[in-house]
Structures are given as structure tokens and as C-alpha cells.
């Protein structure tokens, strides 16, 4: 999930926003599972905020430990349980109730500097989502005085999900909220 926090800082206030992202999808999550959560393969109850991060291994290979009650922690809380959990996960020393029992995972492809990927769902899980390099690029905005080319922040998110449990359509108001809450993220705001 959030390897985003282990990024080296490459710009000013690049670590706070990755972190950001790890933090409000698990906002985001809580939001969109309220409206249908009921016909999972593996039932999923209300208020389960157990975030899986995908982990690189130095071997190659990828694990997921769980951030369990992930909604009940604070953006430190976060961080620490992310740099915890990678550090035994990589020293091959994490408890077997660590990587289970996960309804979501967040994977961060971005870290290795790619701007997209494809996830693929941890089952029994209901979804993942794959976050892509932030790069700097011309966009067009609107302004009252009309369009304009501005240089934004870009990154593109991919979402896979059960279709079982989620349609098409509760994926892409979420994905649209995860895109509401970074686009107007401001620090003061917490």
C-alpha cells in the first residue's frame, strides 16, 4: 500500500503527498463500502478498515501484510504500521494474522517510477488499487476568464475490483472521490 511513504523525497513535500494518498483512499474506502458491502464471497462487515500494502520483497516476490483498523489511525499511525510492516516483511518476520484478513489493497507501482499498471485482486479481497507516479504536466483548466494550459500535478489510478461485490458504477464514484480528496487536499486541513 503505501510504499508511498518510503519514496525518497524527490521534491519538496513529495513524502507528504504520497502519504496523503495512503490516507484518504482509506478515507475513500470507508465512504463507498457504506453503500454495498453485502454479497462478497468472503463476507465483509461495515467498519473492516483492513488496508492490505502490497510489499517488494528483495527476492522479487510480493507480499500483503494488512493494516488492520487502518480507519482508526492517524496519518503517524499510518506511516508507522506502513514502515513496520515493510521492514519485517522484507526481514521475513511477520505473524501470520499480519497477512490476513484483508478487504483491500493499495499497491504502488509509482514507486518503481511508472506512470500506470494493471493490479490484480489479493483474494478473497474486494479490490485493489494501483497508484502511478506523480509527474508534472500541461493540462487544461478552467478559469472564469476561460480555458487555460497550466502545469499540474498528474497521476493516474487503477482500480481493479470483484464484480460480484462492486459494479462499475460504486468503482468509479470511488475512484472520482479518491480524485476529489487529493485534488483538494490541503495540509491545514489534516
Known amino acids: 500500500m503505501i510504499l ?24 475513500a474506502v ?3 463500502k457504506e453503500e ?4 462478497a464471497p468472503q463476507k465483509v462487515s461495515k467498519g473492516d478498515e483492513v488496508i492490505g500494502m502490497a510489499t517488494a520483497l528483495p527476492d522479487g516476490n510480493l507480499i500483503v501484510p494488512v493494516i488492520k483498523n487502518a480507519n482508526e489511525k492517524s496519518l503517524t499511525g499510518l506511516a508507522r504500521a506502513v514502515n513496520d510492516l515493510a521492514d519485517r516483511a522484507r526481514k521475513n518476520r511477520l505473524k501470520p494474522d499480519e497477512i490476513t484478513g484483508g478487504t483491500f489493497t493499495i499497491t504502488n507501482f509509482g514507486s518503481y517510477n511508472n506512470l500506470a499498471g494493471t493490479p490484480i485482486i489479493n483474494q478473497p479481497q474486494v479490490a485493489i ?3 502511478g507516479a506523480v509527474r508534472k504536466k500541461p493540462a487544461v483548466i478552467e478559469t472564469p476568464e476561460g480555458d487555460a494550459i497550466a502545469i499540474r500535478h498528474i497521476m493516474i489510478l487503477s482500480l481493479s475490483y470483484d464484480h460480484r461485490v462492486i459494479d462499475g458504477a460504486l468503482a468509479g464514484k470511488f475512484l472520482n472521490r479518491i480524485k476529489d480528496i487529493l485534488e483538494n487536499y490541503s495540509p491545514d486541513k489534516g
Do not use: D, P
Not at 454495498?36 to 454479497?39: A, F, H, P, V
Open 129 to 131: 488499487l494501483g497508484t
Open 4 to 27: 508511498l511513504l518510503k519514496l525518497q523525497e524527490r521534491k519538496k513535500g513529495r513524502k507528504a503527498v504520497e502519504a496523503v494518498k495512503a490516507v484518504e483512499s482509506v478515507k
Open 30 to 32: 470507508k465512504v463507498e
Open 36 to 39: 454495498k458491502i453485502t454479497t
